[in-house]
């Protein structure tokens, strides 16, 4: 293997109907329409507002970002505000239409219904939800806990809320008795926080913002940033614009990842700005092999830091030993990639040691061995020097406004040491300490009749979850679940058979009469100052306030005192006291001062471990097993063509919530559609616009659209949570999240 040529940027697809660049002036465009539209004048003072962004964990708060700098704003935190300021949904909606209906409501017809403005219930047999009073709401929550162990009740959360909200239901939760607090982070970044836990002793990104200043070569992997973290595009323009390097990992040729306008700086408006300066375009789940290939040709050039591992890593000689043992075919085979586009990868990173930045998102954690995949990043960081110092590091890129914070503040079934302690000094007894149920083990203890009280704080626990049959009969075995939510959304209208379901309407981010806290996906927590809502207060509730209230009426006022705790200010206090690195948060509302979390960002080689030094692991190479007919239950005479099946949010859209249906960014004008490489449609004797059935492990959707697009031959895309119908992907042992991004799939014609 002697070719270390540099490997420049794939040509994009050519298509008429993907745009040259992401960005630019239909950016603009929205952002005049939106100004424009009726709710223009509510819309700027909500943006003018000062309150977190509620789009991705890269958010601003109004439009400055950590360093104060202007214009920070992205117009996905203009759909987000858009859709709180829709009108609520008329009092006889729910009488005036069934849930027979209401079930074959899309996510984007379900999020233009408006806002849930009155408390609702579902009673089993009944076809319709109806109103109820909130005392009757409080009563029938408490009877239904109170009237089973606390073990068979679970929590569901999303990363929308605030940490007050999040603190108080984990508390309400583990002082009641149960320690099933699933998150939509066991969903998506849970690798990331277990990967990086064991290896740094902090599970969170280990860089800030000012560190993407300095850096002079970033690494992106398995994430589409130009669509769902736009902001940070800003950054890469900068890093581009003064000579550093952008590499980018992903199986789909995004094109606002080769180029992107941002509204932020007239030139680059104006002309658009180069991202990419490598684009690598690897088999789905291939990742830690791509990343064994840049390691292994560090090790064979001598690029790799020797002193740095020897002063601060353990175990460091067996990853290398592991490394230099893995044959070239190997990883060649595994990624799908040429030993010069690794080599050009790895010459970049080495030529800039010590000051990289390696970021990813769900590319590289949903999958079957996400945790490794953090592994093998991490090392590359690691035996280059890049890492624990100012301008590079590690950073996940979280997605939902605040996922981070609900971990922070004890949202996990794995409890931490440090917030167990304080935890057991607060309610007076030790916890227990069995492990909870995350998401996926929620979702079959629901369907074993192990769960009796369901409680989801925003979310939805159906959608987001693969399998979406499954999760309908598992949900109707739950006796009582309860959903507080701004909207509806799909999980609502689906496995209504419980005796019953409660649908409760709650006060969006920034319509709070008090202060709140968000923490960003960089560690730097932001108050949300108290605003104004359209709806009837008496009918909408505060969820952090809701948590407080059903907690004093069920546990009383000792040890915790309940009623007290209600009080956002003192609520802080015992944050303050509890969390570790928390401690500005109890006067974060009378001081106004926003704030980065002690202990995370590490500049000085030292990490939170119990030696001090990051703990190295050894990656295996990925064994994919290629699909088949057989893996999804066919008979290869039945006829249709196998292919890996990637699932990915859309331009408009947010997690499961949709605000609008086609994709300009991809060529994409519907959601019943399938992404193919030309080479594939040619090879299969397809065509593009040709309507096939595409059968998946879990199910089957049918008059789907082939539209061709820049996707890494044998894989397909379509768009998640409709294809979660299809899957039921393999789990990572290390943190039981599901392979969303690599799934079999059969396309019929």
Partial sequence: MSDQSTFPPKTLFSSSSVPEQGGGWPVVGYWVESLLSPQGIPLAEKLFHEHACKSCAWGTKGFRDELGHPLQRCAKGVEAERGDLQAGIHQDFFREHTLVELAQLTSYQAERLGRLSQPLIHRQGSQHYEPLSWAEVYDLITSSLAAHPPEQAGSYSSGRGSNEAAFALQLFMRQWGSPHLADCSDLCHVPSTRGLGRMFGTGTSQVELADLKHCQCFVLAGSHAAANHPRLMNELIALRQRGGVVIVLNPVQEVGLLRFATPAQVGSLLLGSEIASLYLQPHPGSDAAVFLGIQKWLIEQDRVDRAF??????????????????????????????????????????????????????????????????????????MTGSAGKPGCGVMPIRGHSNVQGFGSMGVSSHLREAIRIGLESLVGRPLERMVGYSARHLMRACGAGQIHTLLCLGGNFYGANPDLQASRQALAQVDTIVYLATKPNIGHFQGLAARQTLLLPVLARGEESFATTVESGNNFVRLNQPGKTHLDRSKVVS???????????????????????????????????????????????????????????????????????????????????????????????????????????????????????????????????????????????????????????????????????????????????????????????????????????????
């Fill in 543 to 749: 969820e952090f306030q809701f948590i407080c209230t059903l907690a004093q009426q069920l546990l009383g006022e000792s040890p915790v005192p309940w009623s007290r705790m209600g009080d956002p200010d003192y609520l802080r206090q015992v944050i303050a006291r509890v969390i570790p690195g928390y401690g500005a948060i109890a006067t974060i509302a009378q001081t106004r001062q926003d704030f980065t979390i002690q202990g995370r960002i590490v500049h000085n080689a030292t990490w939170p471990t119990s030696s001090g030094k990051a703990q190295m692991f050894p990656v295996p190479l990925p064994q994919l097993d290629p699909p088949t007919h057989a893996a999804v239950g066919l008979d290869p005479s039945q006829g249709g063509y196998p292919f890996i099946l990637i699932t990915a949010r859309a331009y408009g859209q947010h997690n499961t919530v949709v605000y609008k249906e086609a994709d300009p960014y991809r060529g994409m004008p519907h959601r019943h559609c399938v992404m193919m490489n030309p080479e594939d449609v040619a090879r299969t004797g397809l065509q593009a616009h040709q309507r096939v059935t595409v059968r998946g492990v879990a199910g089957y959707l049918e008059n789907i659209e082939i539209l061709l697009g820049p996707i890494k031959p044998g894989s397909v895309l379509m768009f998640y949570p409709e294809a979660n119908h299809l899957i039921r992907p393999c789990e990572d042992p290390q943190s039981d999240i599901p392979a969303f991004k690599r799934s079999p799939v059969v396309l019929i014609p």
């Fill in 309 to 382: 591992l020897a002063t601060h890593t353990l175990d460091h000689e067996a990853v290398l030993e592991a490394v230099q043992q893995t044959a070239w075919e190997g990883i060649l085979s595994a990624c799908g990639l040429t030993y010069a586009e690794i080599a050009a990868a790895a010459q970049a990173i080495a030529d800039h040691a010590g000051r990289t930045i390696f970021a990813w998102a769900m590319g590289i954690t949903q999958q079957a061995n996400g945790v490794e995949n953090v592994f093998a990043i991490a090392n590359t960081a690691l």
